[in-house]
């Protein structure tokens, strides 16, 4: 299933979508089919253009993150363990021993500032890779290594879900805060309600980076095309058919 998910990603990835379009413009360019081709050519520069603008970056991404309200740590409740979703870091490496923040980094601080609030015992970061990556970072930032019981086989989401819910199988119905970025919260959530039902899920989000953004006055620059903002439109996107794909297809 961890690769039916990939090949069906890979059908509907924006990025992917222009490329297809460009190379159907090459193709009926060498059948000397000159209108068709530029239609083809002028579809594909729409399409990632419309993609790559930060303005619909933002828009997808904030609406993601809208469902989720960005509460203070004191405001959670106690219990029994912290599960924190990987994917905030990039592993060491024999070039580079110490592992490489990235954008959703955020969830690991979040993460350990719940711990150091006294709010849950544990911490279980999930994912693959995590024993090199959040661990340290985790042990850095003051948590102790003991309180830590790394999960770090698990692929995607799914089988986060699934092996967390085996880590924890021991615990009466036990309590855990989900730390995720707020735009990746309400996938999560659904995996966890419907993959570990014997897990109470609390909500814990953090890396509100998009609403931060669309509450700054729009420029030029929202409607130019950018790298990044291209990054941002996949993720959200792909955010958004996860779900949906769960929803409907694999109910």
Known sequence: MYYLNKIVWAMVNPLVLGMLLVIAGIVFACLKRRKTCVGFLVAAVAWLWVWSMPLVAEALGASLESEFADASVEQLPQADAIVLLGGGMNAATNVCPYPNLCAAADRVWHAARIFKAGKAPLIVPSGTGCDRCEVPF????????????????????????????????DRDHPKVLLVTSAWHMRRALLMYRRYAPDLEIVPAPSDYENTVKRAQPLTGGDFCPDFYALEASCTAWKEILGYWWYRIVRR
């Not at 102790?144 to 699934?162: L, Q």
């Open 138 to 169: 985790l042990v850095d930032l003051g948590v102790p290594r003991e309180a830590i019981h790394a999960e770090a086989e698990s692929r995607n989401t799914e089988e986060n879900a699934k092996f967390v819910a085996n880590l924890l199988k």
